[in-house]
């Protein structure tokens, strides 16, 4: 029974070791799939958009919102799209809600 545990603590170091350098490479491919040539705009005075045209992996719109009645802010995404697609929000009720910063992420 004592030499499994002490057999188990012995391998511990070299699964640490191994998650430590595995986690590197994994972030390194991840970071090159970075979609480019992104734009922005806003159509309306209530909604936006994000579209990427070059690389691989995908992009959505944020977009940052305000309360035309409390002055409060709030973000609004739109859905993640692939290259050359179009992605796109509103803030809400037209008459409530306006754009106030067009964003985008990338995964």
Known sequence: MNIRKLTSLAMTPLVLAGIAVAAPIAGATAAS????????????????????????????????CEDGVTGRSHFAYGPWVGIDKKSSVACGAVQRYFVTLVDYQTR
């Open 33 to 64: 799939a970075t979609p480019d040539g992104c734009q922005v705009g806003k159509p309306t005075e209530n909604t936006g958009f994000a579209i990427c045209h070059r690389g691989t992996g995908q992009v959505r719109v944020k977009v940052t």
